[in-house]
């Protein structure tokens, strides 16, 4: 069965991933279509392959890390070297991303959809998602470096990471899972409170980091895009000037 998906020119026909006989990569995140993929969207003239998750990705989330705005899915970032920073996790990114252009915030799509709350073999506690520095209680003075109990290297407070707040147990989100939830923050789907009653995990302010329902109008969208393009019309001006 062919359809179409809005970043890609040609019909993509959807496969399991045994089907394709080959390791391939998502080019919406770059991380690989493996056994665990539960299908894989191909156009095989252009080597062009995504998850089902990443082919499934609404246009849009209401994201609780960022509740000002709606972050719109775009193709590939519009930023200057054609690369983003996530916000979740602080790697750079150069296919899909989770957008609000007014605020320079960007998500890789995996990043957008982990888990609230994820069990880890390091740890014997459900770890909780906290969205950066102002939600996880640091330690002494702001100078005092957090490091992930897995890896060992430094935890940036401005990234997002999974903590046991009782254990003061913190980690990396890659450190702590590959899990993404399909469908997070887009429908009204409530399976993700699992967190519920144990504090403020994730969201901050109740709901237990549940999904958060979004209703926008096609006009209202047609909205958001129409600011996008003024923002990226803004910024494109603001590098020429920079250049001459
Ligand atoms: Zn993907
Ligand atoms: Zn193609
Ligand atoms: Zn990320
Ligand atoms: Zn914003
Ligand atoms: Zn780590
Ligand atoms: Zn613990």
Redesign the pocket.
Known sequence: MDHKHFSHLHNLTIHHPYELGKQVVCSGCHFPCDNTTTAVHACHQCNFFLHDHCANAGRYVKHPSHKLHPLILLPYPTYAGSTFICNACGRPGKSFSYCCALCEFDLHVGCAMLPVSVVSEH???ELGLYYGVQVVPRRGSNTEQEYCNICNKVLEGRNWAYC?Q??D?NVHTSCATTEVVPGLYQDDLSQCGAVDGQGQPADGGGGGGNAVEVELTEAELEKLMFDLKLQMLAQSMASLGKIG
Do not use: A, K, L, T
Request: some cysteine.
């Open positions: 740890h014997e506690h046991c009782s254990c147990f």
